[in-house]
């Protein structure tokens, strides 16, 4: 079974500032994605960012990008220019690929990102 | 394109009492999510739906908890009888199909069960 850890409950960051929020997971799988959902107060949860593991490259989308070390099992997220709309749960994905296993997420327990203006 | 849907939003219901949920995936997708998330905790995958199949039910708790996608369309998650630890919100997630290339999910905004 896999799992996913994310070992900051909390986080704050200035407008315009950088942030990164961290994860690791433990999986016996080679193939894999990771992904990054954000849940802002009282709205459906959306895809940030995803990342292949066969893919050595880290993801990036506009200002936000991923720092993926498979070896190390660790996916971290980086925000960049912080904006207030980035407020909101950031959940740290799992999912093994192919097959039945599409859609069946591991999520993380999640990090509560704080913008301040 | 619309979303998905889910209704009600809220629910609050005494213990050993019934409670339906529904939700109606974004048209064309075929799979269909359940997910439970414990306040403070990530969600947890309750059954996934391919058309009006069932993937995997293997984290429901059978004893109490029921689902169903009739015409491989809208789906009903019903749980009775209730217990204090179902508050939670239940979330609807749809996607395309089994082995689509992003495997992103989309997801309703969820149903907040409070169980007194």
């Known amino acids: 079974a896999q799992t996913v850890t994310q070992s900051q409950p909390e986080m704050s960051v200035q407008e315009a500032e950088t942030v990164t929020l961290s994860c690791t997971y433990d999986?016996?799988?080679?193939?894999?994605?990771l992904f990054w959902y954000k849940q802002p107060p009282s709205r459906q949860m959306i895809l940030v960012i995803r990342q292949e593991a066969y893919k050595q490259q880290n993801a990036t989308e506009n200002r936000f990008s991923v720092n993926f070390q498979k070896a190390a099992k660790s996916f971290s997220l980086k925000i960049s220019d912080s904006q207030l709309g980035d407020t909101a749960m950031y959940f740290c994905?799992?999912?093994?690929?192919?097959?039945?296993?599409?859609?069946?997420?591991?999520f993380g327990q999640g990090t509560i990102l704080t913008v301040h203006p | 394109e619309a979303g998905v849907a889910q209704s009600p939003r809220y629910k609050i219901i005494e213990k050993r009492q019934s409670v339906a949920f529904w939700c109606n995936p974004i048209s064309g997708h075929a799979t269909l999510y359940w997910y439970q998330q414990i306040l403070g905790q990530g969600p947890k995958l309750l059954i996934q739906?391919?058309?009006?199949?069932?993937?995997?039910d293997s984290q429901l708790p059978k004893d109490r908890f029921s689902a169903e996608r009739l015409k491989g369309v809208d789906s009903t998650l019903k749980i009775q009888p209730a217990k204090l630890e179902d508050s939670a919100v239940y979330l609807c997630?749809?996607?395309?199909?089994?082995?689509?290339?992003?495997?992103?999910?989309?997801f309703g905004e969820g149903s907040r069960l409070t169980v007194l």
């Open positions: 739906f391919q058309n009006n199949g069932v993937v995997d």
């Open positions: 997630a749809s996607s395309p199909e089994i082995g689509g290339p992003t495997g992103e999910l989309f």
């Open positions: 999986t016996s799988e080679n193939n894999y994605y």
């Open positions: 994905a799992f999912m093994k690929s192919g097959g039945t296993s599409y859609g069946k997420l591991t």
